[in-house]
């Protein structure tokens, strides 16, 4: 294709945006606002997202030992445990640190005991790389002598696997909802300013010009409108986002957001890519009816 098609064609959708302002203003707008509902719902989903990452974090085994334990035992189920995939450390207690850990949190729990008469086993605390291999590693250690108990906080760790798993089909199911919403919204409002030049399109495809000779400024005033109108979204979710983020780490102390840069960061680019995706398909299929003549 060569420059000067490719000027013609970019200027007459500038031209044709200009003609047909009120009807680029309302495509702007409807893309404005399904991007920026899109992104509330992206936002809604990494926060919650980082939540569950930061408990994932703190998910272990912790396996208590028997007191009469022997030192090649405990060497033994060391070692064992640094074998299994999804372990990041382990992390050994003697009864000691066990009783004096107790004492500095809760030193309550610890009434009529002394340092003597100390109710802890020694232990190892396993830390791991996501919770899903809790189960593996409790079943695989359950037999070894020397073992008294596992703590496995298999219930958090069931919640946690539900929850990811949910949110991972929401978010699909939603993405696609909202995408299909946006295409749809642009693709009507596309179809009045094809509408409005029907006689030119008809007039063009007398006069034996191809279909996408006609098909490209629709194209780029499609894309046009959908970069305008995404990046204006990504504008307006960064300026809520920011006082969200304002309000909420003087209200909430413990809470930690991402952080409003990931909206320039990572946001922008893609709603404007997006935007630019779903106004040329919006424009494509809003021209399939008016290129049949």
Known sequence: MKINTIM??????????????????????????????????????TNINKGINNVQ?????????????KLIEQREIEIKLREFEGVKDVVY????EEYNNVKATNEGLLQGY???SNPFNASFTVKLDAPEYAASISEGIKDFEGIDTIEKQQQLVDKIVRIVNGIKVIGAGLFVILVGVSVFLI???????????????????FVGATDW???WPFVIEGMVIGFIGATLACGALFFAYNALVNWASTQFVF???????????????????????????????????????
Request: charge should be positive.
């Open 8 to 45: 013609h064609f970019i200027k007459d959708a500038f031209t044709s945006l200009k003609r047909n302002k009120t009807i680029s203003l309302a495509s702007v707008i409807t893309v404005l606002i399904t991007f920026f509902v899109l992104g509330i719902f992206m936002l809604v989903a």
């Open 114 to 116: 002394t340092f003597q």
């Open 57 to 69: 974090n703190k998910v272990e085994l912790k396996i208590f030992l028997k007191d009469d334990i």
């Open 187 to 205: 693709m009507n409002t596309t179809k009045l300013t094809v509408y409005s030049r029907r006689r030119e399109v008809g007039i063009m495809k």
């Open 93 to 96: 207690q003697s009864k000691e």
């Open 213 to 215: 000779f006609i098909r």
């Open 255 to 293: 809470i930690s957001l991402v952080p409003v840069t990931y909206i320039l960061t990572t946001l922008l680019w893609q709603f404007m890519l997006g935007g630019i995706v779903v106004g040329a398909i919006a424009s494509i299929i809003a021209l399939r009816k008016f290129l049949v003549v």
